[in-house]
């Protein structure tokens, strides 16, 4: 949906994270429930499984195909619908994925504020335009629209030198 990049970087408690937000004109109830129900979910990224009261869950990415593992998601806090922080690490890689989403309700809108740390020197150049293609199409898919529309090569990788290393 953008031909540029609407994220930034940030440098915060010894981490580089990507950060991201999006607008909706509906209530955070109702922005959680597409972040959270796996149904819902399922219409923009992917599904999960398990029960959340065990503090994870199993996550499947569907966007990607067929043959992307499934990856714990480790629930670190949950407020609802305001705050939401995971941790995950693809299997048989060493790095540790953390998440953060915020969801901030005015005005008859919500503002989702959506964070990853890029734990290694290069990771932002594609984390970054992956997550402006995966909210755009949370965005779309929440306001009635064709996901299946928005082409990844038009995120990555034109959208990469904003997420660059700082030099």
Request: with cysteine; aromatic share 10%.
């Amino acid at each position: 949906m953008t031909g540029t990049a609407t994220g930034h970087r940030e440098h915060r408690d010894g981490a580089d994270w990507i950060v991201l937000e999006r607008r909706f004109a509906t209530g955070a109830d109702d922005v959680w429930a597409a972040l959270t129900d796996p149904e819902r979910m399922r219409r923009w990224i992917g599904t999960w499984t398990g029960d959340p009261a065990e503090g994870h869950v199993t996550f499947r990415m569907l966007a990607e195909g067929d043959d992307v593992p499934a990856e714990t998601m480790w629930i670190e806090e949950c407020d609802p619908p305001h705050r939401l922080r995971l941790r995950s690490q693809v299997p048989g890689e060493d790095e540790v994925w953390r998440i953060e989403v915020d969801l901030v309700e005015r005005e008859g809108g919500t503002t989702l504020r959506f964070a990853q740390d890029v734990p290694r020197p290069g990771f932002a150049e594609s984390v970054g335009p992956g997550w402006e293609y995966y909210l755009d199409r949370l965005v779309t898919a929440e306001t009635g629209g064709d996901v299946d529309a928005l082409d990844f090569d038009t995120y990555y990788p034109a959208l990469s030198g904003a997420y660059a290393d700082p030099e």
